[in-house]
């Protein structure tokens, strides 16, 4: 008997408001290994490609791919029906009737993942699917730690500007020392997450920016790899410099003081065998 997950969707379970999901009426859907989800904003050109190095990267592995569309404003939303006509039974798309940002993009789509763990990649194709073939059957396929909620791409080179690489430095550099989270490159999109501590975490704006910080405060275990990152398909970056410094220093005191009231690690006890029930 397959293991099956509820598929809900709705207003009354909505982590905000403005989200609608198309297939949103699905029956339950049978649990699979992997998830992998895309957020996209205006990615026209970059979509089908995308999707289909993504199939032939995990080719033998039981998965689905769930793509959450940011209310674009291009061919977006035309190319991902065609991308889910041509593989019904692999594909989901959701769609925002507002703009809402990544980090709901992801909670969006986390709501209907069924897979065990959750492949977050870029809707850029800077983030290549090889690598999530290659940290599969590396790590999560083994599944040696139970503990581990969190693989995070370390990228080992990249196509930035020399300013962009500098100003990711210097934001690596100052979120490390503030929160400790054992991630050296959270600006990198790639990252695999047990869903279990996926579903553990809190939604806010910009959640994204500090995943292995909030893995690790719910009691998980972080843990990086080296990945490729490419050159964008297609279009332009949709990142600005001083709006996302200023959120982001705003975000990161947000996320000084989650870690300090909560603490890391406290979540452990829970499964902790020697804790009292």
Request: with cysteine; glycine share 10%.
């Amino acid at each position: 008997m397959l293991d099956v997950l509820p598929f809900r969707s709705g207003a009354a379970n909505a982590p905000f408001t403005g989200t609608a999901a198309l297939g949103s009426d699905l029956p339950p859907q049978p649990r699979r290994a992997l998830t992998v989800l895309i957020p996209f904003f205006n990615e026209a050109g970059n979509i089908q490609p995308l999707i289909d190095e993504v199939h032939t990267a995990l080719n033998g592995v039981d998965y689905e791919i769930v793509c959450v569309n940011d209310c674009s404003s291009d061919a977006t939303a035309a190319e991902l029906v065609i991308a889910q006509a041509a593989n019904p039974q692999r594909i989901k798309v959701l769609t925002h009737v507002k703009r809402r940002g990544k980090s709901a993009a992801l909670f969006t789509g986390l709501r209907s993942c069924v897979g065990d763990w959750v492949q977050l990649l870029d809707g850029d194709g800077q983030n290549d699917p090889a690598d999530a073939r290659r940290i599969w059957d590396l790590v999560a396929a083994k599944d040696e730690n139970p503990a581990l909620g969190i693989i995070c791409g370390r990228r080992t080179s990249r196509n930035d500007s020399g300013f962009k690489w500098l100003q990711s430095r210097v934001a690596n550099g100052i979120r490390r020392f503030c929160l400790r989270d054992d991630a050296t490159d959270t600006g990198c999109g790639f990252k695999l997450i047990r869903r279990r501590a996926f579903q553990d975490l809190p939604f806010f704006a910009a959640m994204h920016r500090f995943l292995p910080a909030l893995i690790k405060r719910a009691g998980w275990d972080v843990r990086e790899e080296p990945v490729a990152d490419r050159e964008r398909m297609h279009g332009v970056s949709k990142y600005g410099f001083l709006g996302r410094f200023g959120a982001g220093l705003v975000d990161l005191f947000g996320m000084m003081w989650l870690v300090r009231r909560g603490g890391y690690g406290v979540a452990a006890e829970w499964n902790d065998p020697r804790a009292s029930r």
